[in-house]
Every structure is written in structure tokens, then in C-alpha cells.
């Protein structure tokens, strides 16, 4: 299971057994494009899109999709290609803030858990169990309705609700590595606990975390959309996948399906994608799998 | 085992008392003030005054919290704002819709998934493998609410083959005689296939719009599960023996990878139930995640706690019955215990 | 409630399937049947509480009360603006009185012998003051509404005789017969609610809250909170013509566009709880008829916290009043379902009459002006809240004046505030800017300007307004009214309107319609001043 500390050497490995693994499965090489994709209009959507995604225009109200807009028009006239493509940046942050907060806290209590033991790997146990226990959506609401309904906290309810999954992930793979070779030379030239934690575990058991994270990307995001649903969103007028399905999916029966239907297949997109990644990585990180 | 039982059961109660703690935290922070709502529309802030003291919400965080689970010691669960009934009994009647809507989607996914996931291990790396990837994946990265929508567009109201997402039955159909709550087996138990069809039908496109959502955790559980067992040595003895390729698969591979499913299923329950909270709202299902949802946005407490509670032992008994399971699939358990 | 026995019929039904001699076509008839007898209301959400007099009962349970209780006295209909039946608010009608004699200090009601309540026992003079006593004690909403009529205390009811009950004034007011015609003066079956109070319950109000009560056309056979609540019909009802529909079943589906779905489909027959885009484009389906009416005396405002700076200065809020996008609200938020307050010509004269439009229209040069005169050419930043229960018309006026007001440089971040939390916030009276619908059952604008303008600093003056000369007015209204000076009334309306509209501490947006829509099969819609439905008029062809 264990593989020593990467060297140069096992990184061009790894490298070049990731560059097979994305040949000899296009689905995983369809998600890396797509995942460009989403990076580019994340850092380049405010700049590339026809019209100001904010902008009102009363006078073209619910139209359908045209060449002048792609995606149509929504209740107040705004472009909905422009709202689309603007909204990847928050969506993205959102998925992004929150995968990293709970990595930060739910990786390393998780780390410490499994490698420490004793008392850290109860109390980490019980904090999972508890968080585990509850409904995690109507707990990610209730935190939102509680803290108020801003990005911020919509970012925290979503890492919290991840928290067990990453402890859990990181404690295992970190008590397997405790009695490691490489650990085992790391202690033996005086290194200490801690150190060890964080210079030998943490890097070795990162390409598995990694993989959970890019899972658990589609999740914060649709996490996100569902809060919108119930009116636990971001603020208008914001533009916001999740806002603009509920909003829209309301219209759906009336015939505006492209109110809807445009940012859901981007929502779906963003989440098939980190999925998809998700899956390819762990190809590329665990390999025994593969066999 | 039993004493396994009881072990498995005590490890339990600390996140138990944690859901309790943290719930009742949780509510009080919630915006909006009970006392107000009491106190009507047209309450003077000094009438609001009153209604917080007769209510207690003006004695400190501890005291309040002291009485609250005095009453829970009681079964008293508090009273809901929203539908001024007594929380226990709205959970009470409302907790079978939500568990056989779930369980028909979870039945509904694992025939669907497992399949998919097996056929996906057997021809690893091909189209199939690949294309059975793309469509659970797809699957899960719908939010329910669109999908759930989208079902009900289609197929109630352009091709008018389902019946109005107006809950578990026909406005004019009556319900089955309660045995257990499920109206599926309640009707067939009164041999009334009326309801039965009814109540079927009803539930069948909430049930697709959730097995849709679970269909990719439970494919790809399998699907890795396969995969490591086929690669094992006893499945290449039985290969190399001469067994059939379907004999192989289905009773030597399929058995022995069908632990993690099992114990993956617990997971994915709670996960849906997580989702039933929207499908719900979408169908006007009337379970406890629609209550639920109406009661946080309502700042209603007692059912917020009380959905949280039951959702809780709820999942921490479907825990227990899956390593029961465990252990009756997997004999080496059986052994160490 | 009746569950128990719900049950045990079904669980008949089913012994009665189990034996094999049920047939699916006989079903199927007897479901027909039943379905042409039974009007299916759908609607959001549904009550919590089948007695007005209830602690924190909600709006859909003013429906029921209204629907299973019978009053002294109502309302005769006219024909509205709409050509729709609509209430007149001058014309009474006896309901469980006969007789109405109003004197200097009090009026006498006699009540009519032959009315009984559900349980069959005759409604009497001390049902009726039991009733009025109880609304006036129980606190909270309902006694608040007794006494905008002064209707205060027990001492007021008298019994003369089993069927007669005297009601003396305690001071000269317009309002006191009117609102003994709005839906809190209920006639309860004393006897019945008494023999279920506890000590710590006297008034009986956990009882009423599950069971109806009353000697009303409807009575409540089942309710299941937060699913539907069936109405069947009094057949004993004496109060008035006998209902044409039996059976009222009303659902609570959440989905506004499975509500739309389920009438378009001809599932559903009525409801009135849609968004106003759905209206608009339903009045095209030959199968539906939509009525459309606006709310008496009812207003939806942007209000300002005129204790705060910077709208303290009433060149401030006369700029914001330029600077809204009234138009655009009206199409874009609205559909045009509304009635305009906005835009009189500069040659109006006001009117004895509310509401009325005010004079500002978009004009952002004169905006920009004034916010110079106040000394904030710049602009400034503020937080533009609003009620997140009513986001569907709310998000879209607020985005709307978000970026309207970003022109003359006031910056705003919207604050959407879950319905729950949206009282206490304006209790607290402290949200600098926020959007707010007002409306009074009592249609008289000296009532909403005393709970919306007046310096007592109600919970509905959300801006804080206070000032002793709107006050003046006010009073003057008030005592005009009750004696009877219609020269003297008009006058202080007129001042007080010109008044609201000059210092501008809410700007009116628009009129808000309450929309019912329909199965073509379904007539007699009746607009309500608590605008819910009455389903004694209703028919089902």
C-alpha cells in the first residue's frame, strides 16, 4: 500500500502513468477538458461574456434563447448566457473554499487521529460520529438559516458536512502508515511526532485526499444548489447556478425551460466533471484498482 | 454477539447526547424569535416580553436546555408552530411516507446499480465499462429538485402518463387501513389493488427521481468491489477450472463482493434521506423532510430537534442492522465474534 | 378530531375490499361522483390552527374560521371594479342576528331562533357574548382587532334575553359595527368549548384549535396538518342560502409549478396562490378564468428609517422617490397585476380616498439634485432588505431598485430575511430600507394611517415615522368620522394623504391584486376584504 516519499523520479512516474491513464480512458480526458473549460470562464467569464450579467432590461423579458442571447433572457431581461458563464467564478470559489476548509480541518484531525491514536482518535471519532448522525443536508441548513445566508457561511455548513468523510479517509490512511519503513526512518533520526505528521504522512496520503476532494467539489456544489431551492441561497442579484435552476425550474411547466435548463446542464456539468476526476484520479493515485 | 450488541449500542450514546446538544444549540441560534410569532402581528414589544417569559425562552441557555431534555425524558418532543400539533405525533405520522419513499428508491437503485456496476467490472476499460460511468455519474450530478421537476413535466404534464404529484394518494382515494405505514404493503396486506396501483404509481416517480441520485455510489461501489475480487486467486482457480463465465461471476465474485455494498448502503440511505428532504417538497410528499424544511425556514424548534433526533436513531439502528448483516454475510466475522 | 373514526371507516372499506366485493368500475363511479361534489382547492400552505382566537394562528386558518363560523353580521355584495362580485363595505347583513338596531350608545342584535351549532345545540344570546368575551381576553391578534372597534372589554356585551344581546360603545367610533363583521367576532358553541377547558386553558382554545366549533355552513371532518384539511357541509345551516358544494378538500402542495400544472390539467379547481407571471399567462387558457382584485386598502411600499441618517432628510427620501423604477416594477416583478400608485399628473388634486398614486415618477436628474441639496452628492451604501416569504414578487422589486438607485450612487446589498425572522426585524425597527406590504380588513384610510403614520409608533409605522402634525390630522379623521362631518373628514384625509407624500417616510409602489384562478366550471368567486375564500358562494357546475 505504502509508497515511499516522492522522489523525482516517482513524480515523472506518476506523471507518465497518469498520461496512460488518461489515454486508455477519454472519459477522463473529456473531464480534464472540461474541466479547463471551467477554469477559463471562471477566471475569464466576467471579460468574455456579450452583456453585463447584472444588467436589467425590462423591455426583453423571457426570451428564448436567439442569436443575440444564446441562453435567452430571464424575468428581468438579463442574459442568461452571460449569467451562466459569470457564475462559474462563485460556484467554482464556493466548491473550492469549502473543500479546502474541510481538508484543513477535517484532513489533519483526521491524520492526527489515525496516526496519534488514543484520546485524538476518540475525540476525532466522536466529532465524526455526531456530524455523521445528523441529516447532513437539513444540518448544512440550519447552519446557513442560523449564520445568516452568505457565501461565506454556505462555504462552512458545506465543509462541516464533509468533515467526517475526510476524517475518516485520512485516519485510515494514516494508521496504516504509522508503523511505515519511511516513518520508521524518519523517527529513528530524531524527527518528532508532529514533524512526521506533517513531512512524511500528510504528503504520502495527499493523492488519496486528493481524490475525495475532487468527489466532494460536486457535492459542495450541489449542496449549494439545494440551499438555493429553499431559499437559503446567496444574495441577489448575484448570478448563481443553484438560484437560477430554483428560480427557473419553477417556469418549466409555463415553457421557459431555458431558465432552467441552461444552468442545470452547467451545474451538472461542473458536477459530472469533479466526478469524473474524482474517479480518474483515483485510477491514477491508487493503482492496484485498476489491475 | 449480544454482547457485541450492546457494545455496538453504547458507542452510540455519545453521539447521540452530541446530536441532542448540538441541535438544541443549533435551533436557538436560528433567526426569528418564537416569542414574537406567539405574540401575533400587531404585538407591542412589551406584549413580546410577556410571551417570552410565559414560554421560558427567557431563562438562560442551560435552564432552557435542562427542561428540554426533562421533556424528551418524558417522549415530549414540544408542540410545532407550523401545524400546532405535537411533534411526536407529526413525526409519528409522518415518518412512514418519508421511509417508503426512500426505500423504494433505494430498492429501485440497487436493481438498477448493481447490475450496471457488475457488467461495468466484467468488461473493465470497455465502452460499456466507460459508458456506465458516464450515466451514474450523471445521474448524481443532477440536483434532485431539477430532476424531480423535470419528471413531473414530462411525464405528468406533457405525456399525462403519471398521476398528479399531489403526495402518497389520489385526492379522492382513501387510504389503506394503517398496519405498518407503508401504503404499498399496507394495500396488499387488505388484498386492495386498487390503492395498490394508486399508491404505486404515486410513488413512482419521487422513488425514480431519488434512485437516479443513488445510482452512482452504489454502481461504483460494486463495480470496485468486483473488480478486487475478480483479481483474486480463488476466482482464477475457478476460472482456470473450468467453471462457467456466469457461474464465476454471479456466485463466487458477486458473493464475495457484495460486503461492501451492504456496508456502503447504510451510507447511501442516509444520504437519500438527505435528499428526500427536496424530493419531498417537490411531489407535496408528506414526510418528515418536507416538515422539516418548512420548520427551519419557519424557525420552528420543537420539530427541527424533533426530525434531527429521529433522523439520527434512525441512522445509528440502520448502522447496527448493517453489521448485523455483515456478519451474517461474511462468516470470518462470525468466527471472530 | 375525527382521525380515529377516518380510520376505522377506511379500515371498513378495506374489510369490505377483502371479501372480493369490490369492483374497480364501481370504484371508479363512486370516485366520479364524489369528484363532481367536491371542490379541490390547492394552495402553498395550509393552517395551523382552526380557531382564529388561537395563539399564533396563521393566515390559511382565518379560512377556516371564516368558513365554519358564523358572525352577527356580514357583508351584502356589490359588483367590483372587476365586474366580479366584491363586499360592500357600506351594506351589513344579518347572518346569525335577524335584527340590527344601532342606537347613540349601543347597538342591539336579535338572533334567530332556528340556528343551531354542528352538535345540534341552539346557538344563544350567551353563546354570543361567551364569544365576544373570549376575543377580547384571549390577547394577541384577536383582541388587538376588537379593539381597532373599540371593542375592549367583557362589561360591553350584555345578554337582554336568550336571543338578544346589546353591545354598548364605549366611545363614539365608525369602526365598531364594521368590525363586528370582520372574521375575530365568531360565534363559538360555548357550552361544547367549556366542557374541554382546563384550568390553565379556560378559554378552551386547544380544543377549538383542532375541532370546529361553531353553527358556520362548513365543518372541519379532517385535518391533517400541513397536508389537507376536508370541509363537508352543515346541512343544518340557517344563516343564510344553503352552500351548492358539499365537499371541500384543500390540499397544500408547495411546488408553485406543480399548482400551475394541477389546474391547467383540470386536477385541481381553484387556487388563488400563485406567482403573478403564472396569472398572466393562465388568462389565456380557455379552460380557466382568473379574477384579478386589488387589495382594499392595501399598499405595497419601499419604507426608510426616518430616525436614522441619512433618511432623516426628507430631500433623501424624496430623491430615493425619483430615483425607483416604478414602471419596470410594475412589468418585470408584477406582470402588470397590479394597480399603479405612482406618476399623477402634476395637476392631480388629492383625493378624500386611499390609496391613491402619488405625483414622483423616474427622474434622476431631479434625484441627483435633491441628494446634492442634502449634502450627499456622492451617494452612499446602505442594506435594502425584504421579506424572503414573498421573494417571488419581493427579489425582483428589490433587484430592480438595487440597480436603479446604484445610478444616482446610493449602493445597497440586498438582505433577504426568512419569513420568520421578518417581524422581529421590524420590531426592532432598525433596517434602514426595506420593501413591505401594509393592508387593513377595515377599509378606511384614517385606519391605516393611524397604524401606519401615526407618532403612537406602531409595529406597522415600520419607518418610525413621527410627527405631531400627521397626528393632528389623524385624530381629526377619526372624530370627523364618528360624528358624522363629512366636509371636516374629507379635509383631514386629503391633508394627511398630501402630508405622507411631501415628508415621503414610504414611497408607495403599488396596489398588490389578490388573484384567484379557476376551472371555467367554478363561479361565484366572491372577493373578501381578509381576501380568502368563501366557499358558501362557490358553484360547481
Not at chain 2, 412512514?96 to 450496471?116: D, M, N, Q, Y
Not at chain 3, 380510520?7 to 361522483?33: D, F, H, L, R, W
Not at chain 3, 430575511?417 to 430600507?433: D, H, I, Q, S, Y
Request: charged share 15%.
Amino acid at each position: 500500500m505504502s509508497r515511499s516519499p516522492g522522489t523525482g523520479a516517482a513524480i515523472l512516474a506518476t506523471l507518465s502513468h497518469a498520461r496512460y491513464v488518461i489515454s486508455g480512458n477519454p472519459v477522463t480526458a473529456f473531464a480534464f477538458m472540461l474541466l479547463g473549460l471551467l477554469l477559463f470562464c471562471a477566471v475569464f467569464g466576467p471579460w468574455i461574456v456579450p452583456f453585463d450579467p447584472l444588467a436589467s432590461d425590462t423591455a426583453a423579458t423571457l426570451k428564448a434563447p436567439s442569436l443575440r442571447h444564446w441562453f435567452g433572457t430571464d424575468a428581468l431581461g438579463r442574459d442568461v448566457f452571460s449569467r451562466v458563464v459569470a457564475a462559474t467564478r462563485l460556484d467554482l470559489a464556493i466548491a473550492v473554499f469549502s473543500v479546502a476548509l474541510v481538508f484543513a480541518f477535517g484532513g489533519l484531525a483526521g491524520i492526527a487521529a489515525g496516526f496519534f491514536g488514543g484520546w485524538t482518535d476518540r475525540i476525532v471519532g466522536r466529532i465524526a460520529d455526531t456530524i455523521m448522525a445528523f441529516p447532513l443536508f437539513v444540518l448544512a441548513m440550519g447552519i446557513v438559516a442560523a449564520l445568516g445566508n452568505t457565501v461565506t457561511n454556505i462555504v462552512i455548513a458545506t465543509a462541516i458536512i464533509n468533515f467526517p468523510l475526510y476524517a475518516r479517509v485520512a485516519r485510515t490512511e494514516a494508521s496504516v502508515r504509522r508503523e511505515a519503513g519511511f516513518v520508521m526512518a524518519a523517527r529513528l533520526s530524531g524527527n518528532s511526532e508532529l514533524r512526521i505528521a506533517l513531512t512524511s504522512i500528510l504528503p504520502n496520503i495527499l493523492p488519496i485526499m486528493m481524490v475525495q476532494m475532487s468527489l466532494t467539489m460536486g457535492y459542495a456544489i450541489l449542496n449549494a444548489a439545494g440551499l438555493s431551492f429553499i431559499g437559503l441561497g446567496v444574495r441577489p442579484p448575484m448570478p448563481e447556478w443553484g438560484i437560477m435552476v430554483a428560480e427557473g425550474a419553477g417556469s418549466i411547466i409555463s415553457g421557459e425551460w431555458w431558465l432552467a435548463l441552461f444552468p442545470g446542464l452547467a451545474l451538472m456539468l461542473a458536477v459530472f466533471c469533479f466526478n469524473l476526476i474524482g474517479d480518474g484520479l483515483r485510477d491514477i493515485v491508487d493503482p492496484q484498482r485498476r489491475t | 454477539m449480544l454482547k457485541i450488541l450492546i457494545g455496538r449500542i453504547l458507542t452510540t450514546i455519545p453521539a447521540l447526547i452530541g446530536v441532542v446538544v448540538v441541535s438544541f444549540l443549533l435551533t436557538r441560534v436560528l433567526p426569528g424569535d418564537t416569542a414574537a410569532y406567539f405574540a401575533g402581528p400587531a404585538a407591542t414589544p412589551q406584549a413580546i416580553e410577556e410571551v417570552r417569559k410565559k414560554l421560558g425562552l427567557d431563562r438562560p441557555l442551560p435552564e432552557q436546555f435542562a427542561s428540554y431534555v426533562r421533556d424528551l425524558s418524558h417522549g415530549n418532543l414540544g408542540q410545532s408552530l407550523t401545524t400546532g400539533q405535537p411533534v411526536l405525533s407529526d413525526i409519528k405520522a409522518r415518518l412512514p411516507a418519508s421511509a417508503e419513499l426512500t426505500l423504494f428508491g433505494l430498492v429501485l437503485s440497487l436493481l438498477i446499480a448493481v447490475p450496471l456496476g457488475i457488467v461495468a467490472a466484467v468488461r473493465q476499460g470497455s465502452m460499456i465499462d466507460h459508458a456506465c460511468r458516464a450515466i451514474v455519474t450523471a445521474g448524481v450530478s443532477l440536483p434532485v429538485f431539477f430532476t424531480g421537476l423535470l419528471l413531473v413535466y414530462v411525464f405528468y404534464f406533457i405525456l399525462q402518463i403519471s398521476p398528479a404529484p399531489l403526495g402518497r394518494l389520489d385526492v379522492f382515494a382513501s387510504a389503506p387501513a394503517e398496519i405498518t405505514g407503508f401504503y404499498l404493503l399496507d394495500s396488499l396486506l387488505a388484498r386492495d389493488g386498487a390503492t395498490f396501483r394508486a399508491s404505486f404509481s404515486q410513488l413512482l416517480l419521487p422513488g425514480v427521481t431519488l434512485a437516479i441520485f443513488a445510482l452512482a455510489p452504489i454502481a461504483r461501489i460494486t463495480r470496485a468491489s468486483m473488480l478486487s475480487v475478480l483479481s483474486m486467486d480463488f476466482v482464477r482457480t475457478a476460472r482456470a477450472s473450468g467453471l462457467s463465465r456466469r457461474k464465476v461471476i454471479m456466485t463466487y465474485a458477486f458473493r464475495n463482493a457484495l460486503l461492501p455494498v451492504v456496508t456502503t448502503l447504510g451510507m447511501v440511505f442516509s444520504f437519500l434521506l438527505g435528499a428526500n428532504v427536496l424530493v419531498e417538497k417537490v411531489f407535496a410528499w408528506p414526510g418528515i423532510g418536507s416538515y422539516a424544511v418548512e420548520a427551519l425556514i419557519a424557525s420552528d424548534f420543537a420539530p427541527v430537534q424533533g426530525f434531527v433526533l429521529a433522523m439520527a436513531i434512525l441512522y445509528i439502528v440502520l448502522n447496527l442492522l448493517i453489521d448485523l448483516s455483515y456478519r451474517l454475510i461474511d462468516p470470518r466475522m462470525r468466527a471472530s465474534s | 378530531m375525527d382521525r380515529r373514526k377516518f380510520i376505522k371507516t377506511a379500515g371498513a372499506a378495506a374489510a369490505v375490499s377483502a371479501t372480493g366485493v369490490s369492483a374497480p368500475a364501481i370504484v371508479t363511479s363512486a370516485m366520479a361522483q364524489s369528484r363532481a361534489e367536491t371542490l379541490l382547492i390547492v394552495s402553498e400552505s395550509g393552517p395551523n390552527n382552526l380557531d382564529i382566537h388561537g395563539v399564533g394562528t396563521n393566515v390559511p386558518g382565518y379560512e377556516v374560521s371564516w368558513n365554519c363560523y358564523d358572525r352577527l353580521i356580514s357583508h351584502e355584495m356589490k359588483t367590483g371594479e372587476n365586474g366580479a362580485p366584491y363586499y360592500d363595505r357600506e351594506k351589513f347583513k344579518p347572518e346569525l342576528a335577524e335584527d340590527m338596531n344601532v342606537g347613540a350608545n349601543s347597538v342591539t342584535f336579535k338572533l334567530r331562533k332556528d340556528a343551531t351549532f354542528h352538535d345540534g345545540a341552539p346557538v344563544t344570546a350567551r353563546d354570543v357574548k361567551w364569544s365576544l368575551d373570549r376575543a377580547v381576553s384571549v390577547g394577541g391578534f384577536p383582541t388587538f382587532q376588537m379593539k381597532a372597534g373599540s371593542l375592549e372589554k367583557p362589561e360591553q356585551f350584555v345578554v337582554v334575553d336568550d336571543h338578544t344581546v346589546r353591545i354598548d360603545f364605549l366611545r363614539p367610533d365608525k369602526l365598531t359595527i364594521p368590525d363586528l363583521a370582520v372574521i375575530v367576532p365568531c360565534v363559538i358553541n360555548s357550552e361544547l368549548v367549556k366542557k374541554n377547558a382546563t384550568a390553565q386553558d379556560p378559554w378552551g382554545l386547544e380544543y377549538t384549535k383542532q375541532n370546529t366549533a361553531g353553527s358556520g355552513a362548513y365543518k372541519v371532518t379532517k385535518w391533517t396538518p400541513g397536508t389537507e384539511v376536508v370541509f363537508e357541509r352543515n346541512e343544518a345551516w340557517k344563516c343564510g342560502k344553503m352552500p351548492a358544494i358539499p365537499r371541500i378538500i384543500w390540499r397544500m402542495v408547495p411546488s408553485a409549478g406543480n399548482r400551475r400544472a394541477l389546474l391547467e390539467r383540470g386536477d385541481a379547481d381553484i387556487s388563488y396562490d400563485l406567482p403573478n407571471k403564472d396569472f398572466v399567462e393562465l388568462k389565456s387558457n380557455p379552460k380557466l378564468s382568473i379574477i384579478s382584485t386589488p387589495y382594499s386598502n392595501g399598499v405595497q411600499y419601499l419604507g426608510m428609517n426616518v430616525k436614522k441618517p441619512p433618511f432623516d432628510n426628507p430631500k433623501v427620501r424624496q430623491a430615493v422617490a425619483y430615483a425607483l423604477p416604478y414602471q419596470k416594477i410594475m412589468d418585470a416583478a408584477l406582470y402588470g397585476l397590479s394597480k399603479p400608485l405612482f406618476g399623477a399628473s402634476a395637476a392631480a388634486t388629492t383625493q378624500p380616498s386611499w390609496p391613491q398614486a402619488h405625483k414622483y415618477n423616474v427622474d434622476l436628474a431631479k434625484a441627483r439634485a435633491l441628494l446634492a441639496e442634502a449634502g450627499l452628492a456622492d451617494g452612499f451604501e446602505t442594506t435594502l432588505s425584504f421579506d424572503l416569504g414573498f421573494a417571488g414578487v419581493n427579489e425582483p422589486v428589490c433587484v430592480l431598485i438595487q440597480e436603479s438607485l446604484a445610478q444616482i450612487g446610493i449602493k445597497t446589498t440586498i438582505n433577504k430575511v426568512p419569513g420568520a425572522n421578518w417581524r422581529t426585524e421590524l420590531n426592532k425597527k432598525e433596517m434602514p430600507l426595506f420593501t413591505n406590504v401594509f393592508s387593513g380588513w377595515l377599509d378606511y384610510p384614517e385606519y391605516f394611517f393611524f397604524w401606519c403614520y401615526d407618532g403612537q409608533n406602531s409595529v406597522f409605522n415600520t419607518m418610525s415615522y413621527q410627527n405631531p402634525e400627521m397626528d393632528k390630522l389623524i385624530a381629526s379623521a377619526r372624530s370627523s368620522a364618528a360624528a358624522g362631518n363629512k366636509a371636516a373628514y374629507d379635509k383631514s384625509v386629503e391633508g394627511f394623504v398630501d402630508l405622507a407624500y411631501t415628508d415621503m417616510p414610504r414611497i408607495p409602489l403599488f396596489q398588490p391584486y389578490v388573484n384567484v384562478a379557476m376551472q371555467k366550471n367554478i363561479t361565484g368567486y366572491q372577493y373578501w376584504f381578509h381576501r380568502r375564500l368563501d366557499y358558501r358562494a362557490l358553484v360547481k357546475a
